[in-house]
């Protein structure tokens, strides 16, 4: 019920009125029935614009610390978050993806839709990185459709490293249905998930007209804080060329 108070009541209408988001392709995201959300990760205002567009709820999982906050504002924090739809996932564990694997598991067992995002943190730069291929054992061990989703100009809003930005009318993008039933039963081939995640990150990709680099996020974060301290710059320069 928060939820629904939140997106039609008092968050949802006040984001329409102030930033008029643009969607295109939201008939591609079925009436009922489970389906994976995949979209790129600009900034951490996506999670409230792609869910505004799309008339049925969205889940994510969110990392633990916003549920277990102590005193007044943790609880507001815990309250806001888990009435969003948010699952709570322990992100510094060996086992975080397999927790988050389980979450989503949970969530699509139940119909819903669930949101992800493969490149699996915020670009710090704008620009597409390579998909973690958790997205394409969850597609396999569940048998449900990924819905490829492309938000753009959340990053203007507000950029990595600020809470707030420039205005702009985010535009949501979202492509048709992945059907990926032919790979059933190769959940275990890591071929095969490689193939699977490319495929869904070409049509993000094609969604968002993003450059694409063929690194992991964390990856390219960590060599840009060295390249900003003087060191490897090789492997940053090789980055941006």
């Known amino acids: ?9 008092a968050l949802g209408p006040l ?15 079925p009436t009922e029935g489970p389906a994976i959300l995949a979209s ?6 996506d999670w409230l614009f792609m869910p505004l567009v799309i008339p049925r709820k969205v889940s994510f999982v969110a990392k633990a610390e916003y549920f277990t906050t102590p005193g007044i504002k943790g609880f507001f924090q815990k309250a806001f978050f888990s009435g969003t739809g948010n699952i ?8 975080a993806a397999a927790g988050a694997l389980l979450s989503a598991k949970r969530v699509l067992a139940e119909g819903e839709l669930f949101g992800i995002y493969p490149e699996g943190t915020r670009s710090h730069d704008g620009r597409l990185y390579r998909g973690k291929t958790g ?5 396999l061990e569940t048998g449900v ?19 707030f930005g420039r205005w702009t009318r985010p535009h949501v993008r ?38 694409y ?13 060295k390249a900003d301290r003087g060191e490897g710059g090789d492997e940053h320069r090789k980055l941006a060329s």
């Open 145 to 163: 459709p990924v819905i490829p989703v492309a938000v753009v100009g959340t990053d203007i809003v507000a950029p990595p490293g600020k809470k």
């Open 88 to 95: 709570p996932i322990d992100r510094s564990g060996a086992n």
């Open 40 to 45: 790129n990760h600009l900034s951490y205002a």
């Open 174 to 211: 979202v492509g048709k249905p992945l059907d990926f039933s032919r790979y059933a039963g190769m959940e275990n081939d890591r071929f095969i998930l490689r193939s699977i995640t490319d495929e869904i990150m070409y049509e993000i990709m094609r969604l968002s007209g993003q450059e």
């Open 213 to 225: 680099v063929d690194m992991y996020a964390t990856r390219a974060k960590e060599e840009s804080k």
């Open 135 to 139: 997205i394409a054992r969850l597609a």
């Open 15 to 29: 984001l329409k009125l102030i930033f008029r988001p643009r969607a295109e392709g939201v008939e591609n995201v």
């Open 1 to 9: 019920m928060f939820y629904w108070f939140l997106k039609f009541i």
